[in-house]
T-cell receptor
Framework: GAVVSQHPSRVICKSGTSVKIECRSL??????MFWYRQFPKQSLMLMAT?????????EQGVEKDKFLINHASLTLSTLTVTSAHPEDSSFYIC??????????????FGSGTRLTVV | QKEVEQNSGPLSVPEGAIASLNCTYS??????FFWYRQYSGKSPELIMF????GDKEDGRFTAQLNKASQYVSLLIRDSQPSDSATYLC???????????FGKGTRLSVIA
């Protein structure tokens, strides 16, 4: 089946530093990647949508200069949290459209990244 | 505004019983619907999807769709403690649009 590999699974960083999260589609071409954030006991919140080779579309209220998304190839998308602060601590999950999971409408999730900013 | 509504729960059922999870959606243009299971601290995993009116069965799981009522449900037969998780309902409309997720229903299966 379709697999999206997400790394790192956990990261702790100091306030003010930047963190890069990678998502790779292992056996299919991910034409579109969605990035979500999830706070404890809350639902998934869509942050942005990126299509390979074009600029990401950010949801209202998400700072594009703080959450940099790069989708330079059909198998790799990255999210960089710049100048991270404690309030950015969250669970970040990518989801790729493509592949065979769920049939023609496949949306495959990465395993998530737990970011803690201290 | 496209919305997917779910009862947040928690829904508690005894082991071996049928758990019934419900979901309504606002966008009549939604084409297909997904049920995901999410364990605490983990990423959502797909249980099944449905796009035609009626029932779709997969093992212990049955998804039901009623487009006229804009209603989707998931039945879990012979519930097990390992089924205890949050269940997310999601709707898909068209193209490369993101899934619209509900807030999830927390299910607790009591041994």
């Amino acid at each position: 089946g379709a697999v999206v590999s997400q790394h790192p699974s956990r990261v702790i960083c100091k306030s003010g530093t930047s963190v890069k999260i990678e998502c790779r589609s292992l056996d299919f071409q991910a034409t579109t990647m969605f990035w979500y954030r999830q706070f404890p006991k809350q639902s998934l919140m869509l942050m942005a949508t990126s299509n390979e080779g074009s600029k990401a579309t950010y949801e209202q209220g998400v700072e594009k200069d703080k959450f940099l998304i790069n989708h330079a190839s059909l198998t790799l998308s990255t999210l960089t949290v710049t100048s991270a602060h404690p309030e950015d601590s969250s669970f970040y999950i990518c989801s790729a459209r493509g592949g065979r999971t769920g049939g023609d409408y496949g949306y495959t999730f990465g395993s998530g990244t737990r970011l803690t900013v201290v | 505004q496209k919305e997917v509504e779910q009862n947040s729960g928690p829904l508690s059922v005894p082991e071996g019983a049928i758990a019934s999870l419900n979901c309504t959606y606002s966008d009549r243009g939604s084409q297909s619907f997904f049920w995901y299971r999410q364990y605490s601290g983990k990423s959502p995993e797909l249980i099944m999807f449905i796009y035609s009116n009626g029932d779709k069965e997969d093992g212990r799981f049955t998804a039901q769709l009623n487009k006229a009522s804009q209603y989707v449900s998931l039945l879990i037969r012979d519930s097990q403690p390992s089924d205890s998780a949050t269940y997310l309902c999601a709707a898909y409309s068209s193209g490369n649009t993101p899934l619209v997720f509900g807030k999830g229903t927390r299910l607790s299966v009591i041994a």
